[in-house]
């Protein structure tokens, strides 16, 4: 009948044997060996020193583990963040980047716009103001200061046939026939030249 | 150009009648401006109407000159003259209509009205002044 052999850990097994192997009595005295080596050697490289390079203030070593103690209070105090700054930190300067790249827009009253407006609303009351003045002087008509001639082609241009009679009973016939041969002779131009101000 | 104008004495003559047409013009703008009491937004949306409405009217009174300044005609001729004369009078009443709606929507009634009254009278006044340089002349 075979048996299921038995489970050893590994650590159980047994190790193979002088596979470091050290000379005899190595561990017995090592101890007062090293002591021996580093003091030798210690000393050696602090002969070669002319005093002590590395000096403290007296009883240094009995206060550093406060100052260490304080020192490191310190730092974690002046450095202190708010809580959840770094969640909100990348969103934040997205953020001022965002308003510094905004065009800025002058909120002072005196800016341009502001500026033409009131002058176009000056320029719109002086205007209507003359105009207001204009309309109750203008009954009045200024007509001696234009030619005959022109006044009697007003007429007969745009007059109705009674204004027309009207002048005729004024003019004797042979002066109108004089106009009319006038105003024959420069209808088409004087068409171009109305077609041209209109 | 305007040295060959200015050197044409039937050309100085026009130019300078021109001149007087716009001074009638800008009288005439002036007294109806003030007889029908136009206000500013109404005078600007008015006068380009009016201009227009005043060139149309001028050639049809011009091309019925024309037709009375016809002499000698036969009986043909006189048929065809009144059935023009006719025919010009509705085009006139015509266009009188069409701008006189145009005007309809930029004037009160109350003030549209007013403007036949105010044409005829700024020809009254132009031919009164004309009377009165002609007894002024005659006085002399």
Redesign the interface.
């Known amino acids: 009948m075979k048996t299921e052999p038995e489970y050893i850990p590994d650590f159980l097994k047994p190790k193979p044997v002088q596979i470091f192997s050290v000379p005899q009595d190595y561990f017995s005295h090592f101890a007062e060996r090293l002591e021996v080596n580093m003091e030798s050697k210690i000393l050696s490289e602090i002969k070669g020193l002319k005093t002590n390079p590395f000096k403290v203030p007296e009883s240094y070593f009995e206060q550093s583990a406060l100052h260490l103690t304080q020192l490191t209070v310190l730092k974690k105090e002046s450095h202190h963040v708010p809580p959840e700054y770094f969640d909100t930190l990348s969103s934040n300067i997205l953020k001022r980047i965002e308003i510094q790249n905004k065009p800025t827009i002058k909120k002072s009253i005196f800016n341009r716009t502001w500026i033409y407006s009131v002058a176009a609303m000056l320029v719109l009351s002086v205007?209507?103001f003359l105009?207001q003045i204009?309309?109750?002087n203008?009954?009045e008509?200024?007509?001696?200061?234009?030619?005959?001639?022109?006044?009697?082609?007003?007429?007969?241009?745009?007059?109705?046939d009674d204004?027309a009679l009207?002048?005729m009973e004024?003019?004797n016939t042979s002066e109108l026939n004089l106009l009319?041969l006038d105003e024959?002779l420069?209808?088409e131009?004087?068409?171009e030249?109305?077609q041209e101000?209109? | 150009m305007s040295i060959i104008h200015a050197q044409d004495p039937r050309e100085d003559k026009?130019q300078?009648?021109?001149r007087?047409?716009?001074?009638?013009e800008a009288?005439r703008i002036?007294?109806i401006?003030?007889?029908l009491?136009l206000n500013?937004d109404e005078?600007v949306k008015f006068w380009p109407v009016y201009?227009?409405y005043?060139?149309k009217?001028?050639?049809l009174?011009?091309s019925r000159?024309d037709l009375r300044?016809q002499e000698e005609m036969n009986e043909q001729d006189s048929k065809k003259y009144v059935e023009q004369q006719i025919e010009i009078q509705e085009k006139d009443l015509a266009l009188k209509k069409i701008y006189y709606e145009k005007f309809g929507n930029i004037l009160s009634s109350q003030k549209l009205a007013k403007l036949e009254e105010a044409?005829?009278e700024?020809?009254?006044?132009?031919?009164k002044?004309?009377?009165e340089?002609?007894r002024e002349n005659r006085m002399k």
């Open positions: 205007s209507l105009i204009n309309k109750h203008s009954t008509l200024n007509l001696n200061a234009i030619e005959e001639d022109a006044l009697l082609d007003y007429v007969f241009e745009n007059a109705s204004d009207n002048l004024t003019f009319k024959s420069n209808n131009s004087i068409d030249l109305i101000y209109q | 026009m300078n009648r021109e007087m047409r716009e001074k009638i009288q002036a007294y401006t003030s007889k009491d500013a005078s201009n227009e005043t060139k009217r001028m050639e009174r011009k000159r300044d044409e005829k700024f020809t009254q006044e132009i031919i002044n004309l009377k340089r002609r």
